[in-house]
């Protein structure tokens, strides 16, 4: 009884904190995000976000995708977990991605901890190892046992031209409630101001872009359209990332060849696990996998939005050597 008033106690701090944070619409899991540690947090995931800072404890032998939303996070769900199960799950006729989502597959931990406290820590401590988890947040936000352990965290990111494009189709199409009030262009002009869930984009991914510079074995930083160029070599750079057996075996070359074509684009929306039924609650699986492309920014961007979003990605991103090519 303590315990669950002590729960309850939390849960409301928590949102008196929320609502005394400054708020905006954006492109969020929303309705709203709300500016807290440097990053604009979708309100959907406050409670969420606090306890997987409080209450996390990373393992060494932990994996982590992180992400900004819609760099390819699914996309490299898939990878890592065939990549990290590979010795369980060898067959990729009967593969658990061939019944599974992979958001299903990896839980993120700002969704985990949005749910039943005890029970999600309990369930935590029991998985077995290598556990493998996903995570939004900023780097400089994740808390502090993911990044003073050995874990590992693996960073997609895309060129922010598609990125953009991605989450406002993807807010078109989930739960009304959830929708922004805004439109394409609005939602735009808070793009360019870092006002987007988990954002500002620029800050999250110079934060992994740093760490990654830094600590190379800590941090493997892809960009979704190398991914996409080169899946080989990129896969390759994941599977000698983990310390994955992959690498010694044999068939070494197949066996990528294989994981890559189970995780391409078209194979993973042509599977029924993935054409119904939602991921937590408000998204259709379907909408994760919508065109997957390279490039698409070019049918919704006027010449004055692109050449306001060049200069944003120019200036933001000067001097730190990461750079997109995005008008090939
Ligand atoms: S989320 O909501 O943050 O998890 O979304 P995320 O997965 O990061 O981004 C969704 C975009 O990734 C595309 N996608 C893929 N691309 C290549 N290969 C695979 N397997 C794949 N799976 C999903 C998806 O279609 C979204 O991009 P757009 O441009 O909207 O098609």
Redesign the pocket.
Known sequence: MALASDHKQANEEINELMLSLPKEMGLCAGPYVHLFQDFWCPSFYFQGVINFQKHFHAKDSDVFVA?F???????LK?LTFVILNHQHFPSFENHPLLSSNP?ELVSSLEFIFSHDLHDQILNLSNMSEPRLFST?LPFSSLPKTMTESKCKIIYICRNPF?TF??AW??STKIKSVFSPALTFEEAFEKYCNGIAGFGPWWSHMLGYWNESITKPDKVLFLK?EDL?EDAVFHVKRIVEFLDSPIAQEGESSAVIENIINL???EK?KDLEVNKSGYIHNIAEKNN??????IG?WKNYFSPSMVEKLSKIIEEKLSGSGLSFKVHS
Not at 288 to 293: P, S
């Open positions: 992400s939303p819609k760099s390819g996070t699914t996309w898939a958001h939004h598609d494009v991605s189709e993807f979704y996409k995780c391409r684009f993973m994760f996998f919508r065109k997957g492309k698409d």
